[in-house]
């Protein structure tokens, strides 16, 4: 089995991103089945989310990650607001709950801006260092390092696949 059919037999889409007429990639269980229960997500604490299900940190988080990132990446002392804003935006996105798109504008201000700091975060590795320090919880931290490898990886690729198309036009 190669890689790309390796992959794409792993990944499960949602039922509605699958589209009218495709055959599901992963077997659904029937009627009579009663739908297979996970134990590892049942028992995962729930990461911090408000009533729309974006992560918000309360204040004891927020001093908890203020005093982690103090000694790893300046933050600057007279917008803790806007730097509190960005840290629920960009772990919003990492945990998986929205895209970076979808969050709304009123409260999180322009996605571009967020997207760019984070991913200068996640460039110098700041965020794998919060995560590796006690500025988050122990499921919060897995699914940031979890993001921060898949965003290195994907990083990389596009590094290879832009070096090896500019070695062919050389040719």
């Known amino acids: 089995m190669n890689r790309a059919t390796q992959t794409q037999a792993d990944f499960i889409m949602p039922v509605s991103m699958q589209g009218a007429g495709r055959p599901p990639l992963a077997a659904q269980p029937s009627k009579d089945e009663a739908p297979m229960a996970s134990p590892e ?3 995962r604490p729930s990461v911090p989310a408000d009533e729309s299900g974006y992560v918000r940190l309360n204040d004891e988080e927020w001093a908890l990650f203020l005093r982690a990132a103090g000694a790893i990446v300046r933050l600057r002392p007279n917008q803790h607001d806007a730097d509190r804003i ?12 929205r895209h970076w798109m979808q969050l709304p504008r009123e409260r999180f201000g322009k996605w571009l801006h967020l997207h760019h700091r984070c991913s200068r975060w996640l460039e110098r590795g700041v965020w794998s260092a919060l995560a590796m320090e006690p500025a988050f919880g122990p499921e919060l931290s897995r699914q940031v390092i979890e993001y921060s490898q898949r965003y290195k990886m994907r990083l990389e690729h596009q590094r290879r696949r ?10």
């Open 41 to 43: 997500i049942e028992t």
């Open 86 to 97: 960005f840290v629920e935006a960009a772990l919003t996105v990492m945990t998986g709950r």
């Open 162 to 171: 832009r070096r090896a198309r500019l070695l062919a036009s050389d040719d």
